[in-house]
């Protein structure tokens, strides 16, 4: 009986010893700033979430959320760099699907794994896209943008914030789908990719709902159609890529919170509650709301579970819509 009792308080101790300097580390954390990589650069609808996320986090946290914007390669500059980091909490990224199942399905040596090389720490909202145009382009239909592009293949071209990402995906799928002829021209960044189209350097864009709609609204660009499944909530008048005799049609974009591989349990657990309390908080909606964003809360487990469901369709459409980066 001693012995047992022995043997189990020395088991006991082992155990504190163990969960001690976590659980120490856990309530000390964070301790200095945290930095947030974005993707894209500044001005785009992920700088714009991002921004937000961090004023809030690091109100929630105690310590500054200090952003970093990292474009390149559609989000896997970022992802590469964050990925390779300190798994200690002090460096996030604000990932996208782009980053999570399109990268994977259209490229073959990517430098990260979208499950194995991160932490995920959960969902924050999902938004919509749009095919645009420059004022001077002919037609303002998609029937008619189609009709153009067919008739003259080589004179017009489309934009994207980055190969690989949402919005190149987009305009690949609703190329093959509608038969529109144009080349891709990627930018790193919704804010270079708007401006070219107003500049004239490409006849069209597909970008976000979020970076569009200012435009839009100052009579800067034209929206054409809305790549998602109903009309957008800031610009109603604008008919969708189905409902414009594509049935079916619906390509969108989503963001998400992740850190390294590896992060401990405790600084986990500590990151997705105050992403949790901030996406409970009906002010914090109603901004991305304001903005064109739709909240869509999801735990990590959420995450990696939309990852996991996405990552064979996403590969399933990129083959029929023969997108590929090598």
Known sequence: MLRSRFLASTLLLGALALTGPAAAWAQAYPDRPVKLVIPFAPGGATDILGRLLATALGERLGQPMVVENKPGAGTVVAASMVAKAPADGYTLLLGANTTLTLNPAIRNNLPYDPLRSFTPLGLVADMGLLLVAHNDTPGSTLKEAIALTKAAPDKYSYGSYGTGSSVHFGGEVLKSTTGMRMMHVPFNGSSPNLTA?????????????????????????????????????????????????????????????????????????????????????????KKLEGIGLTPTWGSGEALRARVERELPLMRAVAARADIRVD
């Open 197 to 285: 189209l107003m500049g004239g350097q490409v006849q069209y864009a597909v970008d976000t709902v979020v970076a569009s709609t200012p435009l839009i609204q100052a009579g800067k660009i034209k929206a054409i159609a809305a790549l998602s499944p109903q009309r957008l909530a800031l610009l109603p008048q604008v008919p969708t890529v189905a409902e414009s005799g594509y049935p079916g049609f619906d390509m969108g974009s989503w963001f998400a919170f992740v850190a390294p591989a590896g992060l401990p349990e405790p600084v986990r657990k500590k990151l997705e509650k105050a992403l949790q309390d901030t996406m409970a908080s009906a002010e914090f909606r």
